[in-house]
């Protein structure tokens, strides 16, 4: 297989849980499994383009089902059994029949000569047959009674009580923590792709430093650093990339009206992806000499920060490090400061944030081979937006940042 799953993990998971399978719903989770992607049809978000089962026994590969379109990705990955239904798009296979002598129509009717009497396409695929083949899925794994952990949280409600009918006899639970639990700890190949993530958003926000100046518009020096991370990936030769903004700065952080003024402060929040792998890199700066408040705002941040930095270890609970950073923004002068989490999980979702949160309700403990964004950020209207965030790599040793460490955490004054 050729997915990110740790089988061996995932296994010790169900044993405790008391499941015999793991059904995965959501696209990137199917991807994560498989290494095979779920296809167009995900992209309705309604159940069934593309599911998979992993079996508790880790010696028994992942099966799928998976539409027409996107089944030669699947049976490449590894994916067995393997269930396929139709959508939209009209396609078929001729390669198994060429050279061919005869006309064009001759050939695709012998390439499409398996298709059943009355065969249609649906006009984007049909939960019911795509269903049906996850009963089929089920039957051949020998799951069919089985206890299974459903990823609940990527089923739509108007969808839930028709995968229910579909599985019956098989009993559901929801396994949806579980399958964050597994996501949150990253193979190598993983962490290789936030790292290069990491580097190139780091040398795209150092080439945008000098674009920072008055006058500059938020939108265009959005558009720059977008510019920039392709300029930086094409330099690396690194394929897949995209790439995500916040940028604001003034008075009205998130609005960001006009240009940028004399002592005005800049915040920006940035992300290069790669192969659906996101970074989240976060650095505050000033054009000219900043207001005295908006120093001590960074300062009280940045100070928060080094403290929570300090604590990232394996063994070390991200509710603590919450009440540690929250302590010393008070301990600091800001009794009032109350931000709900510190930084996020980084992998492959429909956004930059994802499970765990440093936060107080948080009961994950830390573990080598996550990857976080560890961040402290503040949003004042009428003075500013101030951020620090790195990408932090767990370590038996502790933490490593997933960057090249070009840029200081101080608020940086630009000419």
């Avoid at 405790?16 to 290494?35: C, H, K, M, Q, Y």
């Avoid at 930084?343 to 492959?348: D, K, V």
Wanted: hydrophobic share 50%.
């Amino acid at each position: 297989m050729s997915g990110h799953i740790d089988r061996a993990r995932a296994a010790r998971l169900m044993q405790v849980a008391g499941l015999d399978a793991l059904v995965l719903a959501a696209p990137e989770s199917f991807r994560w499994a498989t290494g095979a992607p779920a296809g167009v049809a995900a992209n309705w978000r309604r159940l069934g383009a593309a599911l998979a089962v992993v079996p508790a026994d880790p010696a028994r590969p992942v099966g799928v089902v998976v539409t027409d379109l996107f089944a030669g990705a699947a049976e490449a990955a590894g994916c067995a059994p393997l269930h396929r239904h139709a959508i939209w798009p009209e396609t078929g296979d001729l390669r198994p029949f060429l050279p061919f002598a005869g006309d064009a129509a001759s050939l695709v009717a012998r390439a499409t000569a398996d298709r059943p009497p009355g065969f249609a396409r649906p006009a984007t695929f049909d939960r019911a047959t795509a269903l049906a083949a996850l009963r089929a899925l089920l039957t051949d794994q020998g799951l069919s009674n089985a206890r299974l952990g459903v990823e609940l949280s990527a089923v739509p409600a108007a969808d839930l009580s028709a995968l229910e009918a579909a599985v019956t006899p098989a009993r559901m639970v929801d396994a949806s923590l579980m399958v964050e639990r597994l996501r949150a700890h990253k193979s190598p190949a993983e962490i290789a792709l936030l790292r290069e993530a990491g580097l190139i958003t780091e040398a795209a926000l150092l080439s945008l430093l000098p674009e920072i100046r008055q006058g500059a518009t938020r939108d265009a020096l959005g558009q720059r650093f977008l510019e920039l991370v392709r300029r930086v990936a094409q330099q690396r030769g690194t394929p897949s990339v995209t790439a995500w903004e916040y940028v604001g700065f003034g008075a009205s952080p998130w609005s960001s009206p006009g240009g940028i003024a004399p002592g005005d402060v800049v915040k920006v929040d940035v992300g290069a992806v790669v192969g659906g792998y996101s970074a989240d890199l976060a650095r505050t700066f000033t054009c000219g000499a900043p207001a005295p408040q908006a120093r001590q705002v960074h300062a009280a941040l940045r100070q928060a920060f080094e403290i929570g930095r300090a604590m990232f270890r394996p063994g070390a609970a991200l509710r603590d490090i919450h009440a540690a950073c929250l302590g010393a923004m008070r301990d600091a002068g800001f009794p009032s400061y109350a931000r709900g989490h510190f930084g996020h999980g980084l992998g492959a979702s429909i956004w930059s944030e994802e499970f765990p949160y440093t936060a107080a309700d948080s009961d994950v403990v830390l573990e080598a081979g996550m990857v976080m964004a560890f961040e402290l950020p503040w949003y004042l209207d009428g003075l500013g937006g101030f951020i620090v965030e790195d990408v932090l790599l767990v370590t038996e040793q502790g933490a490593e940042t997933l960057a090249g460490g070009g840029l200081p955490h101080a608020l940086v004054e630009l000419p």
